[in-house]
Nanobody
Framework: QVQLVESGGGLVQPGGSLRLSCAAS????????TGWYRQAPGKERELVAT???????NYEDSVKGRFTISRDKPKNTVYLQMNNLKPEDTAVYYC??????????WGQGTQVTVSS
């Protein structure tokens, strides 16, 4: 089983930047894909970005060119660098992993608020 802890959320003005961190522990070697999801009030949770163990990354269209997902293998941490933030990026951001047996783990979430 994998345990995930997110951090780095906060309040930022439009156009600002934040870097979210997702620290993993437990059965780390079994992880295939790590993803960042977000859920805004009254909306369904949506995929933002994913990265594989081979560092292949994919992004949701609205964040392409603004967000970057990356992995630090020695630190067992996945980051989401968010630049040029917009009010519509406001949401709770969750880290998610899927392992080689298809099991999915979620973190507790971190709030990102973009407002002037």
């Amino acid at each position: 089983q994998v345990q995930l802890v997110e951090s780095g959320g906060g309040l930022v003005q439009p156009g600002g930047s934040l870097r979210l961190s997702c620290a993993a522990s437990g059965s780390i070697s079994s992880i295939l894909v790590t993803g960042w999801y977000r859920q805004a009030p009254g909306k369904e949770r949506e995929l933002v970005a994913t990265i594989t163990t081979g560092r292949s990354a994919n992004y949701e269209d609205s964040v392409k060119g603004r967000f970057t997902i990356s992995r630090d293998k020695p630190k067992n941490t996945v980051y989401l660098q968010m630049n040029n933030l917009k009010p519509e990026d406001t949401a709770v951001y969750y880290c998610n992993t899927r392992n080689i047996w298809g099991s999915i783990s979620w973190g507790q979430g971190t709030q990102v608020t973009v407002s002037s």
